[in-house]
């Protein structure tokens, strides 16, 4: 919080299913403050966030993650990314790769108040044609869901040439805005614990 003032944060929090929790906290002027998401939510699966100040102040926002056997000091590598400012119909992730010893996720978060459909486009760097898909099943309402790009790309059959690859996401209706970020992890040995990751919010169209 860069202000003058305290600033109070409305913050819900998104899981696979839905909403999951609502809650509020105040930060003091010129203060940060630092959220343990497992102590907020518990254990959860996957959780987007959503954060907004009650009385319109500005603040800033980022999310780090670690990862690794029993935790600090024994964290392995991690991600961080500030974010994303608002939402939109349309995301594009430059980013892609399923090669060997790599995972690629897609993460949409709708923050609206009911379910919507999204349709996700590969773009190859080999020159095949993009392909694309209608997610079978919908984004909850003030939910989110991920998209393992690599079991996503070898469902549509063309995994082997889209190794390397960009994504536009897209909201079918043309009108319901989502907010997308793009996760890619790396297994040195393809065992144990990913030893390199990154993350970033998508560029809006």
Do not use: C
């Not at 860069?2 to 609502?22: F, H, N």
């Not at 939109?88 to 923050?111: C, H, K, M, Q, R």
């Not at 009108?175 to 809006?204: C, F, H, K, L, Q």
């Amino acid at each position: 919080n860069p202000t003058e003032a305290p600033v109070t944060l409305d913050i819900t929090y998104l899981g696979l299913t839905g909403e999951i929790k609502t809650a509020q906290r105040t930060v003091a002027p010129h203060v940060r403050d630092t959220i343990t998401l497992s102590v907020e939510v518990g254990l959860q699966t996957s959780v987007a966030a959503k954060m907004t100040t009650t009385d319109g102040a500005g603040v800033i926002m980022e999310r780090s993650e670690y990862w690794g056997s029993g935790g600090f000091p024994n964290w392995v590598d991690g991600t961080n990314s500030l974010g994303a400012t608002t939402s939109d119909v349309a995301w594009y992730l430059p980013e892609g790769s399923i090669s060997s010893g790599f995972d690629t996720y897609v993460l949409v978060a709708n923050p609206n108040d009911y379910p919507i459909t999204v349709a996700v486009r590969a773009y190859s760097t080999t020159g095949q044609a993009p392909v694309e898909a209608i997610l079978p099943a919908q984004v909850p309402a003030r939910g989110r869901v991920t998209l393992h790009m690599n079991a996503w790309l070898a469902e549509q059959g063309v995994a082997t040439q889209f190794e390397s690859f960009s994504t536009l996401v897209t909201s079918t209706d043309g009108t319901s805005p989502v907010v997308v970020e793009e996760a890619i992890y790396w297994y040195r040995d393809g065992v144990n614990y990913w030893r390199a990751g990154s993350a970033m919010p998508g560029i809006r169209q």
